[in-house]
């Protein structure tokens, strides 16, 4: 089966991409042969548009060449949408099934600040295309509220695992992982941090990681007089992002929007316990009080309480630790994701 991927460049910062490139990656592949097209990449406008125009005319070549059984499009919301849009309806005038996978934390905000006839062309889509997942059962209903006869499934994020939980509990970092910004509570953990800052070991530092509003953080934690407690500010990668991960005992995320973020499953696929919020598809990883604790987003306090808990409470992190690893180890490991990828992909040709 040939199966066309759609998505970002594979150098482009997100959970999206990071979810492709474990598809990309996996080698248990059931006779499926995929071909990846990007159709995004970081760059201005103009430039945008003319990659997207080159990626869309390489699409249409396979389809007349018939070289397309099922078109798997990546997207998120507002300008991912829309060429993932155009790229669903060409390829469905060629009867290639279009499987349409929605990443994006803020599509409700996008339909919600959408013109009518936005909304309409939004409807359309959702409905024509053969099936759209969501990364978990809570999301459902962000496809049905908008076009009741799509159809929707649903596929966890997952993650590949190491062969044994390799959580160190005598780490002294504390890692956020994300876009830096309000959305992502950035600011938030900087306040919870200014609270507990005098109730931790000393030598316990915090690192907020990621693109994104790196220098306003940098400011307001000097403008805090937390400086001290942080490690490391900014984007990271490769043998420097391992290296942090093995000396992470907390991840936290207090976010405000997501989907199903991919660092809480690729940290509790190293053992590392996650603080974060309430929201989207999270409670149905994170178990609170069983392999994480969940607060409601812009709950500096209890944020603040959490973390000074689990920092100075070792036992508890191991045992966090243990379940935080079973849990992608039974439900979110890049297997199973597969295999249930290919049992959709089989019924919609099989339509």
Known sequence: ???????????????????????????????????????????????????????????????????????????????????????????????????????????????????????????????????????????????????????????????????????????????????????KGAYDLLKAISMIDTQIEPDVRFNLCGDGETDEVRIEAERLGIAHRIGHIGWIDGDDKRALIADTIINVLPSYNEGLPMTILETMAQGIPSVTTRIASIPEVVDDGINGYMIEPGDIVALADTLKSLANNRELRITLSRNAFATISERFSLPKSIDRLEKIYHSLTAR
């Open 1 to 183: 089966m040939n199966v066309l991927m759609c998505c970002s460049d594979l150098s482009y910062k997100g959970g999206m991409v990071s979810v492709l490139k474990g598809y990309l990656g996996y080698s248990g592949w059931h006779d499926i042969d995929i071909t990846f097209v990007p159709t995004h990449r970081d760059a201005g406008k103009a430039e945008l548009i003319t990659y997207f125009a080159k990626a869309y005319s390489r699409i249409l070549s396979l389809a007349v060449r018939k070289k397309i059984d099922i078109a798997h499009l990546h997207t998120a919301e507002r300008g991912s949408f829309i060429r993932k849009a155009i790229i669903a309806l060409t390829l469905k005038r060629f009867g290639i099934p279009v499987v349409m996978h929605h990443h994006g934390a803020e599509f409700e905000e996008y339909y919600a600040s959408a013109s009518p006839r936005l909304k309409r062309f939004i409807k359309k889509v959702l409905t024509e295309v053969d099936t759209n997942i969501v990364l978990s059962n809570r999301l459902t209903d962000m496809i049905r509220s908008k076009a009741p006869d799509a159809r929707v499934d649903v596929v966890y994020n997952a993650v590949s695992l190491p062969p044994v939980n390799p959580y160190n509990p005598d780490g002294k970092s504390i890692t956020l992982l994300g876009r830096l910004g309000k959305r």
